[in-house]
């Protein structure tokens, strides 16, 4: 399975990016699917998850200003970023798995996000 990150890039504080990710080279539906991210020097850590049902999970940081959601297309996911924060910025990840019972995960290449005026 791969996964393929777009639509970072660079935008002032307040601004909104969205990112997209699309899982090719799976014969499954991949049920969880979310976004972690990663500053230099830092851990990564969850950001937003997507469970098909529609559950999804939320890092409090991002909360009230985040959304990921699912594509028509199986095995896509967003993330609309909205009033977005210098704190935001960092490396972000697309992460899938096929189903909350399983730990084999999947990641994307990663893409920059930089909020900065």
């Known amino acids: 399975v791969q996964l393929q990150a777009s639509g970072g890039g660079l935008m002032q504080p307040g601004g909104s990016l969205r990112l997209s990710c699309v899982a090719s080279?799976?014969?499954?539906?991949?049920?969880?699917m979310g976004w972690y991210r990663q500053e230099a020097g830092k851990q990564r850590e969850l950001v937003a998850t997507?469970?098909?049902?529609?559950?999804?999970n939320y890092a409090d940081s991002v909360k009230g200003r985040f959304a990921v959601s699912r594509g028509n297309v199986e095995n896509t996911v967003y993330l609309q970023m909205s009033s977005l924060k210098p704190e935001d910025s960092a490396v972000y990840y697309c992460?899938?798995?096929?189903?909350?019972?399983?730990?084999?995960?999947?990641w994307g290449q990663g893409a920059l996000v930089t909020v900065s005026s």
């Open positions: 992460n899938a798995r096929a189903s909350i019972f399983t730990s084999t995960e999947y």
């Open positions: 080279g799976s014969v499954f539906r991949l049920d969880v």
């Open positions: 997507h469970i098909i049902g529609g559950t999804t």
